[in-house]
């Protein structure tokens, strides 16, 4: 099996990827960073699956890159390589205005959302997407850089004016109707083929003194919680259906649940595997993974000593 792995800066989740492909599969892997290669250097390596590793964090800080990330899976979608995730599913993970117009279709419950523009009127559309708080982000990016969660007209001209100066983002900016979790943790359910394999929850914290705990971020000091039982059913149905809305291969989705039951926050294609996973789930889930993608599509790669 020959493997590329597409990435930006290279992080442990991609080394650790290589070295398991490397040791357990005997397999080839080219690690290729996206700033400096192309289509051709890819085909001619003629790889049996690309994994797009270039994560949508990277917008934070090289938006072009995402970019460049996007034409190159547009072209690699018309070959016949085998590539998680390809340009849908990626294109979800670096908007997710994208992502919630795909589920819109298929009505999966996710945040109302609206695309910010110069000339947007901002009353109108905090009565269209209900009332504050509401909540403003990036469009593309991730590890909660410039989130913010607004109470009045005045909060969120100044988050929005946050994301506007930003010199080295010029993605848009979405405002969401804010979605009450009725739990102290949110679910991060992970999808590998269109089948739910494991879970495990994150402590909600808060950004301010006064306000409840409402949101997951292990950058901004959620805690990562063990779900040790099997991923109740009407989760685990939720988030293969949401997971194929967005024609993910692999997908990593944060769930809370609301009055309204179980919401897609967010979908990440390219999840940061942390180390500290390993001590806490008590197995490793890059191997996990990988394994279930090698079954799933019938890739040729022997286990070593087997
Ligand atoms: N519309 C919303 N309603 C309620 N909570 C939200 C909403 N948007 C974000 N959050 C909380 O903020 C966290 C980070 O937002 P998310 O969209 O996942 O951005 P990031 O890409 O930075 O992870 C989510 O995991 C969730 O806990
Ligand atoms: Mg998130």
């Not at 005997?26 to 790889?47: A, G, H, Q, W």
């Not at 419950?109 to 110069?118: A, H």
């Not at 909540?135 to 988050?159: M, P, T, Y």
């Amino acid at each position: 099996m020959k493997v590329v792995i597409l990435h930006h800066d290279l992080e442990n989740s991609e080394k650790e990827m290589k070295r398991i492909i490397e040791g357990k599969y005997s397999s080839e892997v080219l690690l290729l960073d996206i700033r400096k290669t192309n289509f051709e250097e890819i085909e001619d390596f003629c790889p049996d699956l690309i994994l797009n590793r270039v994560y949508a964090s990277v917008a934070n800080r090289d938006y072009c890159s995402v970019k460049k990330t996007l034409t190159l899976l547009k072209k690699l979608d018309e070959s016949s390589l085998l590539i998680v995730n390809s340009y849908d599913a990626s294109r979800s993970d670096y908007s997710k205005f994208f992502a919630f117009n795909l589920m819109n279709v298929v009505g999966i419950n996710t945040p109302r959302s609206f695309l910010y523009g110069l000339n947007s009127d901002l009353e109108k559309t905090v009565k269209t997407l209900g009332d504050f708080p509401i909540i403003v982000k990036r469009d593309s990016g991730g590890r909660g850089k410039d989130l913010a969660k607004c109470n009045n007209f005045e909060e969120l001209k100044q988050a929005i004016g946050v994301i506007e100066s930003s010199e080295d983002y010029s993605g848009g900016i979405i405002l969401q109707e804010f979605c009450e979790p009725l739990e102290s943790y949110d679910y991060r359910v992970w999808v590998v083929g269109g089948e739910a394999i494991l879970y495990h929850k994150r402590t909600l914290i808060s950004l301010q003194e006064d306000e409840p705990a409402w949101l997951a971020s292990r950058s901004l000091g959620s805690q990562i919680l063990r779900a040790d039982a099997n991923i109740p059913l009407e989760l685990k149905k939720f988030c293969e259906t949401a997971a194929e809305a967005i024609n993910s291969k692999f997908d990593v989705l944060d769930i809370i649940k609301t009055k309204n039951g179980f919401c897609v926050i967010e979908h990440n294609p390219t999840p940061n595997v942390r180390p500290e996973y390993k001590e806490i789930l008590g197995f490793c889930v890059i191997e996990k993974l990988l394994e279930k993608i090698i079954e799933r599509y019938g890739l040729e790669a022997e286990v070593n000593g087997e």
